[in-house]
């Protein structure tokens, strides 16, 4: 397999921070005790992605970085999610799964400068699109780069 075809470390540690995110609302099981789960029987599995390619071990620190940050800073990433939400619109209305992308790209524009705005989109659209096969990817897409113009401004 070429190094091409493989899932790299950050957008392996990206779905997992939705995974994560996803799981504790539904749970409510803790921040850390989540991180751990993931560290001790997630991560690092040979398992082929949905494409058949082979996915590679997730940056486990930048994946707990996400987790424990979209957590610590919930208030202010769900206010810059609400912000750019339609007129009307609550942030618990939407499904649970659109809400952890949109908490973990938020947390990422707004707290990981370092990481290209196009980059964070990308990744949070793509991901959206394993997750729906509807409008939820394009509403992802204009209400992540919405909350990066605000953020990166």
Do not use: C
Request: cysteine-free; aromatic content about 8%.
């Amino acid at each position: 397999m070429s190094k091409n075809n493989r899932i790299q470390p950050r957008s392996v540690a990206r779905l997992a921070a939705v995974q994560a995110l996803y799981q504790m609302e539904v749970s409510g099981v803790g921040v850390d005790a989540v991180v751990r789960e993931f560290s001790e029987h997630r991560f690092d599995r040979d398992v082929d992605g949905p494409d058949g390619d082979q996915l590679a071990a997730a940056d486990e620190t930048f994946f707990a970085e996400l987790a424990k940050g979209v957590v610590d800073k919930q208030g202010e990433v769900d206010q810059a999610i609400v912000k750019r939400l339609a007129s009307g619109w609550r942030l618990d209305r939407l499904d649970a799964t659109a809400r952890a992308v949109l908490r973990a790209g938020a947390f990422e524009l707004m707290h990981r400068p370092d990481v290209p705005t196009e980059v964070v989109i990308d990744e949070y659209v793509e991901i959206a699109k394993s997750f729906f096969e509807g409008p939820e990817a394009g509403f992802i897409n204009g209400a992540l780069d919405a909350i990066a113009r605000d953020a990166r401004t």
